[in-house]
């Protein structure tokens, strides 16, 4: 048994998806953009120390070694993302960039108008303190705190 384990091949992982929930491909590739962008990062500040380092050939060539190897891992990880974008679409469902969620979230966020739930908010009958506990119920007459959907 080898002491490194080898990386799922992409056919490997391309049948693995298949019976994976909607929800965790979208997780999967959460994770994936985030492994990314710390591949990138770390590339950089190997780069930065390599221009400003006085070390020796031999130690340049290792770090150097060490950017090659995160440039391919990266290449490899945005071929998954893609295995999973191919996923999502052959199962007939729109695929949606995260980035693109997230710059509708903070556009929602920042938004001056009120975001609501229901048609009470739409018919006004629920405004400032009694307002705030829209949302909040109870659950079959527990006193456990919370919100229940």
Same mark, same amino acid.
């Given at each position: 048994?080898?002491?490194? $384990?080898? #990386?799922?091949? #992409?056919?490997?992982? +391309? &049948?693995?998806?298949?019976?994976l929930p909607l929800a965790v491909?979208?997780?999967?590739?959460? %994770?994936? @953009?985030? $492994?990314?962008?710390?591949?990138?990062?770390?590339? !950089?500040?190997?780069?930065?120390?390599?221009? %400003?380092?006085?070390?020796? &050939?031999?130690? =340049?060539?290792?770090?150097?070694?060490?950017? @090659?190897?995160?440039?391919?891992? !990266?290449?490899?990880?945005?071929?998954?993302?893609?295995?999973?974008?191919? *996923?999502?679409?052959? =199962?007939?469902? #729109?695929?949606? &960039?995260?980035?693109?969620? *997230?710059?509708? +979230?903070? %556009?929602?966020?920042?938004?001056?108008? #009120?975001?609501?739930?229901?048609? %009470?908010?739409?018919?006004? @009958?629920?405004?400032?303190?009694?307002?705030?506990?829209?949302?909040?119920? @109870?659950?079959?007459?527990?006193? &456990?705190?919370?919100?229940?959907?």
């Amino acid at each position: 048994m080898s002491s490194e $384990s080898l #990386p799922i091949s #992409p056919e490997a992982f +391309a &049948e693995a998806i298949k019976e994976l929930p909607l929800a965790v491909l979208y997780s999967k590739v959460s %994770e994936l @953009t985030n $492994s990314i962008a710390h591949l990138h990062r770390s590339n !950089a500040e190997l780069r930065s120390y390599l221009e %400003e380092s006085n070390d020796s &050939e031999e130690d =340049r060539k290792e770090l150097e070694g060490y950017i @090659t190897e995160n440039d391919g891992v !990266a290449v490899s990880m945005n071929e998954r993302i893609l295995l999973l974008k191919t *996923e999502v679409e052959n =199962r007939g469902q #729109p695929w949606i &960039e995260l980035d693109e969620l *997230e710059k509708d +979230a903070k %556009e929602i966020a920042s938004a001056d108008v #009120p975001v609501a739930n229901g048609n %009470e908010a739409e018919n006004g @009958t629920r405004s400032g303190a009694a307002g705030a506990g829209a949302g909040q119920g @109870t659950h079959d007459g527990d006193n &456990e705190d919370g919100v229940y959907l």
